[in-house]
């Protein structure tokens, strides 16, 4: 009886999962901000959407090589660096708010609601008032 192996290519450094992305928190201030990207944007592996209100966090990350594509050893350990929050920031997607401001995502189906509920709202006719 032949039996199956696993034939998918290992990556070269350790891969950051949603499982394990806790530990690539580094040390170091921490930014509040909200999406403003219609499009939205993707973050610690969640879509976050327009309007969504979450932390930057800084985080360690590999060195690659920009020629090979691999990761860049000292000593034969893989080579790592922080991205701070600062560098994370993106003033054309996302716009910092007060530390009191409430985190929140939008789920997708939060997000087909809103926009059942917009879409709803234009195709009702329109109230006339009694004034």
Known sequence: MQTETNTRPQAPW???TNQNLA???AEG???KVRCV?????????LRRRQGDVFYLVPQWITVVDP???G???E???VKKRVVTAEEQFNPNT???????TQENVTSAQGAINKMQDEIGEEKSPKRRSNA
């Open 37 to 45: 990207d219609p499009r939205g944007l993707y973050y610690d592996f």
């Open 71 to 73: 990761p860049v050893k």
């Open 14 to 16: 350790r891969v950051v």
């Open 94 to 100: 996302m716009m910092r708010v007060e530390e009191e």
């Open 23 to 25: 530990e690539n928190y």
């Open 67 to 69: 020629i090979t594509g």
């Open 29 to 31: 201030p921490r930014i």
């Open 75 to 77: 000593n034969g350990e």
